[in-house]
């Protein structure tokens, strides 16, 4: 899949089959000795020979040997690319100008310098050497923090320096002696710091007597009243090795800067950006969705291959440079097919004010919740085609730990609360295919923000996160912890909801511990005996009422919903806005579609017209003057949203029927499903796990019938418009349906998706071009067309290539899903 390492999607059995290649032939052990005897003759069978059969085929060398040595390879292409260096880049510099906060100091152009490696192995950024933190991948020159140190030094404050706001953040100290970093404001004269343990709802204020704030109530979306911070720049590498998060080994990790989960990106509200990937990947393009992130006028910063950008190619590097509007927390992530799944993720925190306080250097890194399998996710994805059935999971990590069987596994993830403190925890779910429930015994969670919104805060016991969602929650700490809890440990808990994950055999739950930081002997290190309170953990998210925005909306009727209009489903295909979840069978060898593969229709997932799948080498945003063909084609799942103004409203409703409407061959049946839309935080004004549809066989009347056109609008008392949720990712419930809206206010290429990796992979997805005219000028000002120009030509070379494949004999099988 992809050129991935899996060889379960071609056989001797046909043209384009599946077969679970794992159980294929007699099994064998082989040992490291076998196998590096072997290893430069398999590699000459495996890249030089054009009548060789593939490694998974091959009756030369038996199935266990070609995995082993697969991951023997994977090792020497570690080490090579640990001597080598990487090229340096093209010195075009583009222009690209940033929205300078209210009468900044002088005008600013921001320019798209990308970092490279000197044939010293030295980055340097145009003619600056500069020094990467390795422990976060941030790559700065020294000059820069001379006078201004780049962190806190562990000790939280904010000052003045030559009559700039220099505010610390709040990092505890176990997560570094460094401390927090300082966030720099050197073109905000006239403003001093105001955030700190005392007050945590304001950022900066002026200077001028005026009463200014840029606080809490800041309306973010607007960039030019976000502060205007520096530049903040990475490099990552990409690669392959194995890992073993859990005590077992898996193969085909592929992970960022060698380390599962990828480096923490730390920036401050109103910095910029920028992020240089070297893909070191052998046989996967790749790219990198910065998820969340509103990418205002910087849609081609997306890094959704297909849409955006062509895939990275192996031994290519690309910059992504956007600006933090919002504060909060989120992840990075590859958003080249199932990629993510194997490793390739990491947190991103951007410090801002909250709606809560709490104590000094009391912030903790993301906790990132995952599902995990000691197998490839694309090993798995050929089982699911062959089958219809999603895989199941293994395993549970919480931040890249977790333990599975009863050899030598790592110690429980634990973090040190204080007595009597408030403490800020983060909470990410990175999982493929899994809903938690997150709790910590005996305490009491505060919730001040959903995803990248800060919220009226609410107390809860538990709190329930769907795949990709976000929030920040305070933990306050007991007077005694040692009086509520044997030695003051409490286990924190990581469940999987029912009916929203899938496991094997077990876990019921992963676990981490909680400790109080007194001195206590020996044996109070022990594992708690802590008991967790009675909650429910069925799939849903937190509750509606509960999600209230500090900062309100107030949402307007639709613009691309017209009340005349009878019947909804007469619409063209890209003004549609209703979009029914369900499965179909598509492909076949009779089929003009490019699924593969394509010996017989296989079952994929979908939402619009059809199982979602992009062109690797045609991105979206390079063939926007093709807009009627790109239209033509079903598979590609086109919604466009013309000539709206930034004050309108696009509303879109999303189904997931049991087996109404029929549609076709398509297949309906309760799933949930959490949507992530990108380049917009939108409003959701209903959520139901009520059937949309009527159901005349049980006599069910579906809720459909209170908003036809006419009544989709906000005069109807079903929809909340005053002050709605709102988030980047809702779950869909089982037979029900949501309604979200968003301002038509961020022209670009958008993808609206299902974040479990499987169904995305299978077709569960459309894209939005939101203002098409508006684009070209967009690109055109910050002159990045001709970066995605030239990175897309070095990807079709690398990809025409069929020795660059895994499955180097079948060329037409490199994509065998949607690509996203």
Not at 195 to 215: F, H, M, Q, V
Not at 561 to 589: A, H, K, R
Request: one cysteine or more; aromatic letters at 12%; hydrophobic letters at 35%.
């Amino acid at each position: 899949m992809m050129g991935a390492h899996s060889c379960a999607e071609s056989t001797d059995s046909g043209e384009g089959s599946v077969e679970e290649g794992r159980n294929r032939g007699p099994k064998h052990t082989v040992d490291d000795a076998q196998v590096y005897n072997h290893i430069s003759l398999w590699v000459r069978v495996r890249l030089r020979s054009n009548n060789a059969v593939s490694s998974c085929n091959s009756s030369y060398l038996p199935h266990a040997f070609t995995m082993k040595a697969a991951s023997v390879w994977t090792s020497i292409v570690q080490v090579f690319n640990f001597f080598t260096f990487s090229p340096d880049d093209d010195s075009d510099v583009s222009q690209k100008p940033l929205i300078p906060h209210t009468n900044p100091e002088q005008p600013l152009t921001a320019k798209i310098i990308p970092i490279v490696k000197d044939e010293f192995g030295q980055y340097r950024h145009g003619d600056r050497l500069m020094v990467q933190e390795y422990s976060s991948g941030m790559v700065y020159h020294p000059d820069d923090y001379q006078d201004v140190p780049l962190r806190t030094g562990g000790e939280e404050r904010s000052f003045m320096f030559k009559e700039h706001p220099i505010v610390g953040t709040p990092k505890n100290g176990q997560e570094g002696e460094e401390g927090g970093l300082n966030c720099h404001y050197p073109y905000m004269k006239n403003w001093k710091p105001c955030y700190g343990p005392e007050n945590r709802t304001c950022w900066l204020e002026a200077t001028d007597g005026s009463g200014k704030r840029i606080d809490i109530d800041t309306d973010y979306e607007n960039a030019t009243l976000v502060p205007f911070g520096k530049t903040r720049y990475f490099y990552f590498d990409i690669s392959e090795q194995p890992i073993s998060p859990d005590g077992m080994t898996m193969e085909h990790g592929k992970v960022f800067q060698r380390r599962y989960p990828g480096p923490w990106i730390e920036a401050c509200w109103g910095d910029t950006i920028e992020v240089t990937i070297k893909n070191n990947l052998r046989w996967n393009g790749t790219s990198v969705h910065w998820h969340g992130i509103r990418q205002w006028e910087t849609f081609q910063f997306d890094g959704v291959n297909g849409i955006t950008e062509c895939p990275i190619a192996p031994g290519d590097t690309f910059t992504y440079r956007f600006r933090a509007l919002q504060y909060g927390s989120a992840w990075y992530h590859s958003h080249y097919s199932l990629q993510y799944g194997d490793g390739l993720l990491g947190p991103i925190t951007i410090y801002g004010p909250s709606t809560a306080q709490f104590g000094a250097n009391e912030a903790f890194r993301p906790i990132l919740l995952s599902d995990w399998n000691h197998r490839s996710v694309f090993e798995d994805w050929p089982l699911m085609m062959s089958t219809g059935v999603a895989p199941e999971m293994t395993n549970i990590l919480i931040n890249g730990t977790g333990q599975f069987g009863w050899g030598p596994q790592p110690e429980k993830y634990t973090i040190w609360l204080d007595e009597g403190q408030a403490h800020m925890l983060i909470l990410v779910n990175t999982a493929v295919d899994t809903t938690f429930v997150f709790s910590i015994d005996n305490h009491t969670l505060e919730v001040i923000e959903a995803d990248f919104v800060p919220i009226k805060p609410y107390n809860t016991t538990n709190i329930k996160i769907g795949i990709g969602q976000r929030y920040h929650i305070l933990v306050h700490g007991h007077e005694d912890g040692y009086k509520n809890e044997r030695y003051g440990n409490y286990w924190m808990r990581a469940t999987p909801a029912r009916k929203c994950s899938k496991f094997a055999f077990g876990p019921d739950e992963q676990m981490g511990i909680v400790r109080y930081n007194r001195t206590m002997p020996p044996r109070g290190w022990q594992d708690p005996l802590s008991e967790p309170s009675l909650y429910d953990t069925m799939c849903a998210d937190e509750p509606y009422g509960k999600l209230v925005p500090w900062r309100p909306w107030t949402v307007r009727d639709p613009v691309n919903i017209d009340p005349t209009v009878e019947d909804p489903y007469t619409l063209p295909n890209n003004s549609m806005y209703i979009f029914n979840v369900g499965m179909i069978e598509s492909g076949g060898p009779n089929s003009s579609t490019p699924y593969i593969p394509n010996d017989k229709p296989y079952t994929r997932w979908m939402m619009h017209e059809a199982p979602f799948r992009i062109n690797f080498s045609d991105p979206t945003l390079l063939a926007l003057d093709r807009i009627n063909e790109l239209i033509d084609k079903p598979y590609l799942d086109v919604v466009t949203l013309s000539n709206a103004t930034e004050e309108q409203w696009v509303w879109m409703i999303i189904t997931a029927p049991d087996k109404i409407p029929q549609e076709g061959g398509r297949i309906f049946f309760p799933a949930a499903h959490p949507m992530h839309l990108h380049g917009h935080d939108f409003a959701l004004l209903r959520q139901s796990n009520k059937n949309w549809y009527d159901d005349l066989e049980i006599g069910h009347q579906g809720e459909g019938r209170w908003f036809t056109p006419d009544k989709l609008n906000c005069k109807n008392e079903r929809l909340k418009c005053d002050n709605p949720p709102r988030r980047d990712v809702v779950l869909l419930p089982a037979t029900g349906y949501v309604i979200i809206a968003f301002k038509a206010d961020n022209p670009g290429i958008w993808i609206l998706h299902c974040h479990i990796a499987f169904h995305a992979s299978s077709g569960l997805a459309i894209q939005i071009i939101e203002n098409k005219d508006k684009i070209p000028e967009i690109l055109g000002r910050h002159g990045d067309k001709e970066r995605i120009e030239e990175s897309c030509e070095s990807w079709r070379a690398w990809q025409s290539n069929p020795m660059n494949h895994w499955d180097w004999h079948h060329p037409d099988h490199f994509q065998d899903d949607s690509g996203v």
